[in-house]
């Protein structure tokens, strides 16, 4: 029953210092999404991928990469972090569109801020 | 492309209120549209969906109707309790998710 499974839930970091996101599902589902969420504000999509191998850029992918070497994993990479990067992070995951309309499944959250 | 709007918040009502929150989407094809609920710290979860026009979806006394002829999923809720503080969320999807901005309610005692 673990779905999708995000790391860690609260972290803070220095200007300039660079971190992972770890997010895992095992649901073997083809897509899978990062979004961000801002104090009081809705979801915004960074990156987003349909299937192993495939990443592409969403709504705010600056400052972020990820990669998708297997199904189930699709770490976010910080490299040099802002404070503007403080935010919520959800990683998603959804099946490939099929008549019964596919949903998205969504980790815990992780809390970042950046000092 | 593809968007979804939704009423903006926050709404505030009494307990036991009718609750109706507008959605209206934008779609190049006949794509499912869902309500998403996130309550305070937590993730988004599933709160209906439905799949092809005139589909209803609802679950937990909350209903939305897909309406192909007026591009909307409106949610409502008859008589709407405290516990059902939280902010919503209309997405729709179409091979990939969009999401609208998320309206926040407030009920009070």
């Known amino acids: 029953n673990a779905g999708v499974t995000q790391t860690p839930k609260f972290r803070i970091l220095k200007i300039g210092q660079s971190m992972t996101l770890q997010c895992t599902q095992d649901m073997n589902h083809n897509y899978m999404y990062w979004y961000r969420q801002d104090p009081g504000m809705g979801l915004k999509l960074i990156y987003y991928?349909?299937?192993?191998?495939?990443?592409d850029k969403g709504e705010v992918p600056n400052g972020y990469n990820v990669s998708r070497s297997t199904t189930e994993d699709f770490p976010l990479r910080l490299e040099l972090a802002a404070p503007s990067q403080t935010s919520v992070y959800f990683c998603?995951?959804?099946?490939?569109?099929?008549?019964?309309?596919?949903?998205?499944?969504f980790g815990e959250g992780s809390w970042l801020t950046v000092v | 492309g593809d968007s979804v709007t939704q009423m903006e918040g926050p709404v505030t009502l009494s307990e036991e209120a009718f609750l109706t929150i507008n959605c209206t989407y934008t779609?190049?094809?006949?794509?499912?549209l869902f309500w998403y609920v996130q309550y305070p710290g937590e993730g988004l979860q599933l709160l209906l969906k439905?799949?092809?026009?005139?589909d209803k979806g609802s679950n937990k006394g909350f209903e939305a109707t897909y309406r192909k002829e007026t591009t909307s999923f409106h949610l409502e809720k008859g008589s709407v309790q405290v516990s059902d503080s939280a902010v919503y969320f209309c997405?729709?999807?179409?091979?990939?998710?969009?999401f609208g901005s998320g309206t926040k309610l407030n009920v009070k005692p």
């Open positions: 991928s349909v299937g192993a191998g495939i990443t």
């Open positions: 998603a995951s959804s099946s490939v569109r099929d008549s019964s309309g596919n949903t998205i499944y």
């Open positions: 779609a190049t094809g006949y794509p499912s």
């Open positions: 439905a799949t092809k026009a005139d």
């Open positions: 997405a729709l999807n179409f091979n990939k998710f969009y």
